[in-house]
């Protein structure tokens, strides 16, 4: 199975921030990757897929990048509702296998 | 727009067979691809497996000797059954939409997911 490792595995900010969350697999997997928002009480929700792409109806203040093994989620500007777990997600073979997710937390 | 809900049996008792649905509102089942998905307290999430609109399921290997799943179209619905359970398949379980394309894969929408314990 392809290995999906996130760093930081937590994060503190404040509105306004920029951050990045970065995710590593153990083969490379292309670009087939996606990126996932996910809160308490519901589902995770797609957010890039691809490595780059924005879901529609994401904020364009979310952006992925990367290709191979090494990608990044940015968010440009951080607002309040951002504040949830993020996981990043390999789709180049099966099994499909997840990060362990970052939890961006509020400072 | 699809809109997904779990249901099921919120307790299991080990050895048993977990049987849980997705129902499916918005839209025809047999127009997509359907998975799901699972993520134990303080684990990741782990992917059970994926079900064509032919009928043709593939499964994760460390789940396959024991997974199934099926789409009733009359109902709308999805179904995941899981046999001879543990402790270690306690898990929140999700549905979700697999949409698949010529350049990649993703999972959207995701159900809000049913939470399944294992215990006698």
């Known amino acids: 199975d392809i290995q999906m490792t996130q760093s930081p595995s937590s994060l503190s900010a404040s509105v306004g921030d920029r951050v990045t969350i970065t995710c590593r697999a153990s083969h490379s997997i292309r670009d087939h990757l996606n990126w996932y928002q996910w809160k308490l009480g519901a589902g995770p929700k797609l957010l890039i897929h691809a490595a780059y792409n924005l879901q529609s109806g994401v904020p364009s203040r979310f952006s992925g990048s990367g290709s191979g093994t090494d990608f990044t989620l940015s968010i440009s500007s951080l607002q309040p509702e951002d504040f949830a777990t993020y996981y990043c997600q390999q789709s180049y073979t099966t099994p499909y296998t997840f990060g362990q997710g970052t939890k961006l937390e509020i400072k | 727009q699809v809109q997904l809900q779990e249901s099921g049996p919120g307790l299991v008792k080990p050895s048993e067979t977990l049987s849980l649905t997705c129902i499916v509102s918005?839209?025809?089942?047999?127009?997509?691809?359907w998975s799901w998905i699972r993520q134990a307290a303080g684990k990741g999430l782990e992917w059970i497996g994926r079900?064509?609109?032919?009928?043709?399921?593939h499964y994760n290997p460390s789940l396959s000797s024991r997974v199934s799943m099926s789409v009733d179209t009359s109902k709308n619905q999805v179904s995941l059954k899981l046999t001879s359970v543990t402790a270690a398949d306690t898990a929140v379980y999700y549905c979700a939409r697999y949409y698949d394309s010529v350049a990649s894969n993703w999972f959207d929408p995701w159900g809000q997911g049913a939470l399944v314990t294992v215990s006698s």
């Open positions: 079900i064509y609109t032919s009928g043709t399921a």
């Open positions: 918005g839209d025809s089942i047999s127009r997509y691809h």
